[in-house]
């Protein structure tokens, strides 16, 4: 079964945390879009699909024909468990490998793996869809967040890539440690030089381990003020990340994610002399849509 390159289709993005969905015309055209925080870890074996279709009602109403889905809802926590496409993936390669959850109507992205060492579901779609938008044939795209991946593109493929779990770290570091004791009860502005003072610590350490006890040392030596050192924190793992990938004055680096996200990372990569431009969820929905064109020519 294949997608009729003549009718809009429903793109949806679906994490552990939310469901995001878009009303795509075939030239790629953003129709309409929603957003639930309604992750896969919400749900029940057969509460996905009813879940879908009621929530997206308007955009079938509105001419949607089929949906395309990716994240984490192909994974065996989901709707249905999709096997991993192998690196090097086209946008072509994961259309041939998409699995049809309700036929005819529901398709399901399978996600990527390198070889034996690394996976991922979702990214790869946001890859295709930033490499589309900045009409890129190769690139070095980073994708922030819980577990962010350093991807490697090349003649518009996907040929590896690495994961590090700095979102997660920064969570355990600042909920159950005892470095939990320096930060504030709620949630501070996010302080660009304490984030940056992170970052520089990061760069200068020997690792991680090493490092985060500096937030205990300057938080009691009053040499961080409390309200700064979330940011400083966030410096200090996120510039773990960047130095385990050696980022060099002069790289040119894709970062694609929310603004938060983004933000941050632009500012520390920037900081170490890489050449920075961003992308948000428009990726997402750029990438679908190359999906849904190579299952058209299928």
Not at 66 to 90: H, K
Not at 174 to 198: D, R, Y
Not at 245 to 268: K, P
Request: some cysteine; glycine content about 8%; charged content about 15%.
């Amino acid at each position: 079964m294949t997608f009729n390159a003549t009718h809009p289709f429903i793109a949806v993005d679906w994490g552990t945390s939310s469901f995001r969905a878009a009303l795509i015309a075939p030239d790629g055209e953003i129709l309409d879009e929603l957003m639930e925080p309604k992750g896969i870890l919400s749900f029940k074996a057969g509460e996905f699909a009813p879940f879908l279709i009621s929530t997206c009602a308007r955009m079938t109403r509105a001419g949607g024909q089929s949906f395309l889905l990716s994240g984490m809802i192909g994974s065996r926590n989901g709707m249905a468990e999709v096997p991993y496409c192998p690196c090097p993936a086209t946008p072509d390669d994961v259309a041939r490998a998409v699995r049809w959850a309700v036929k005819d109507r529901v398709a399901i992205t399978p996600g990527l793996r390198f070889e034996t060492e690394d996976v991922m579901r979702g990214e790869e779609i946001q890859v295709f869809g930033a490499a589309a938008v900045l009409e890129l044939s190769e690139a070095t795209i980073v994708l922030p967040g819980t577990h962010s991946k350093w991807v490697n593109f090349e003649n518009g493929a996907i040929i590896g890539f690495n994961t590090f779990m700095t979102g997660e770290f920064y969570s355990l570091l600042a909920q159950h440690s005892i470095l939990s004791k320096s930060l504030p009860a709620h949630s501070t502005a996010f302080e660009p030089q304490a984030f940056l003072q992170g970052i520089n610590m990061a760069q200068s350490g020997v690792n991680l381990l090493n490092t985060a006890f500096s937030l205990r040392v300057k938080s009691l030596f009053d040499q961080l003020h409390a309200d700064h050192a979330a940011s400083y924190l966030s410096g200090l793992v996120i510039g773990e990340e960047l130095a385990a990938m050696q980022v060099q004055e002069g790289a040119q680096l894709i970062v694609v994610g929310s603004q938060n996200l983004t933000t941050r990372y632009q500012l520390a990569l920037e900081h170490l002399g890489a050449s920075v431009k961003t992308l948000g969820s428009q990726a997402a929905w750029a990438g679908l849509h190359q999906v849904y064109l190579a299952l058209a020519r299928q």
